[in-house]
């Protein structure tokens, strides 16, 4: 369904002036007026859905490699090992709160057998719980509208009698769908949180929401359709590196909309299987991802795993992803990890995205995702790797490694290619891309390609061929630019020392 606008005009609230001053410097107003926007995210089409800080990242005056906080022990660009365990990422980048998680001690054990005891459970469900699940498929889909606390989550695992399965008869979108299924197996409902769901097969998928995340949406879509980026950027935590901050957005969004919004919190997937449709979480902060496979998704249903509408706080780890069948309407609809529409501080680390059809990209910032870090990661055998697309200030990407692409391995807002002078409504603003490299990749893939860039930093990595557009050459230097911790325009590099 086509979401309805919000009843009452949004607050067009604006940056302060020296605020905006230093982010528009240099910016050619009349050529970013003839940008070609990318299309906004659709709400999605479910149904069943109810409506410290840190100090400001600088542009080229930033350290060349600046060590990522909470991750650690890593020798090699491109190596892929990641600290044990589901933990989540150090809070100095997520501004996580802390929660217990699967460690909770259960305060009282729920067995379930079928599937009408299953529902029943989560509809019944306590701070505390363990739903134990006896061996055998379950077919919902299963709705979750309670929550537990962050010391207390609800957890739902295998009681260790046989396999779990999850499974739904759901329908199935066109392949030329434009925006994300919302019928999914587990539908977390109207801001439902703390929840562990652990060492299941679940087919169909699984669907996360805030409440009224429908009104959240509606706004940031008018915001970037009008091009109002200062209003998008007023939204605490935007505009700068600070992620204690994120405890602000809902009432400030609440505030702005005219009515109470409300998100779905530290909600863990965790060593799971998920297969014909995959997560996508909208309104959702804090949560982990972790140890899951998600693979052989059905065309039309979105990214494998899809952050978008303010989901911010994530830790994304060691989960391989494949198979995303291609859709016929856009790249945005089979990406393996995506964050978008101000999904912003969340930690990518440890997973292994690969063999994705068509022009697929790996993982994914757009539409104002910002201040994420993407860490770790090893791609292989998908068009394009590591992509920051529309607005992404402050994203850092190091120690990945992509493999076997067909167009390009690091990609930096191409759309803007025309553009005289970077703009802040669409234009990358200080990225930190350090000690990557590409491999086993023919010399024809341009290892790093960028159309529109500020404040950039890019060191220390495995770029043979690298590539910047004419305009964006003409105003590299000028605009804070930085190529192995010198103003110089991109050449070929070969070495990851120092790192």
Known sequence: ???????RRPLLLALPATVVAALVGGLTLGVAGGSATAATEAATT????????????????????????????????GASTVPAGNAPADRSLTGAPAAAGPSAKALRTVKVSTAAQLQSALDQAK?????????????????????GTAANPVVVKPAGTGAVVLTASLPMPSCAATGPDGNRTIRFMNGSSHWVLSGMTINGGVVLSGANADATQNWQSKMISTKNWQARRAVPGSSTRAPAQLSQVTPYLSQ?????????????LLDNTITGKGIFGRLTRFGV??????????????????????????TIRNNDVSK??????????????????????????????????????????????????????????????????QAGWGNTWTYNLAQNIGQAAFSFRMQDIGFTAPSPNSSTYYAQVTCNRIASTPTKVRSFQAGAMKGGTISAN?????????????????????????KKLPSPSTSTAGC
């Not at 369904?1 to 009843?7: A, D, E, Q």
């Not at 991802?289 to 994530?314: D, E, H, K, R, V």
């Open 324 to 389: 995303v069948a291609n859709s016929a309407a856009s790249h945005y609809m089979h990406e393996g990890i995506r964050m978008g529409n101000q999904s912003d501080y969340n930690v990518v680390v440890g997973n292994t995205v690969h063999d994705m059809p068509g022009d697929s990209r790996a993982i994914t910032t757009d539409q104002d995702g910002s201040w994420n870090t993407v860490t770790r990661n090893t791609v292989s055998s998908v068009a394009m790797a590591f992509n920051d697309q």
């Open 256 to 268: 702005v909309l005219h009515q109470s919004v409300s998100s779905a919190d530290d909600i863990q």
């Open 462 to 486: 495995v770029f043979p061929t690298p590539y910047v557009g004419k305009n964006l050459a003409s105003y590299w230097v000028a605009q804070g630019n930085t190529w192995n911790g010198a």
């Open 46 to 77: 479910s149904p069943a859905t109810a409506s410290a800080p840190a100090a400001s990242v600088a542009g080229a005056g930033a350290a060349a490699r600046t060590p990522v906080a909470g991750i650690t022990s890593l020798s090699r660009a």
């Open 1 to 7: 369904m086509t979401p309805t606008r919000s009843p």
């Open 289 to 314: 991802i972790s140890g899951n496979t998600i693979t052989n998704i059905a065309c039309g249903t979105g990214p494998a795993l899809w952050l978008s509408n303010f989901s911010s706080g994530w």
């Open 127 to 147: 701070p505390g719980d363990l739903i134990a699940l006896a061996g055998g498929t379950y077919r919902g889909p299963f709705l979750v509208r309670s929550s």
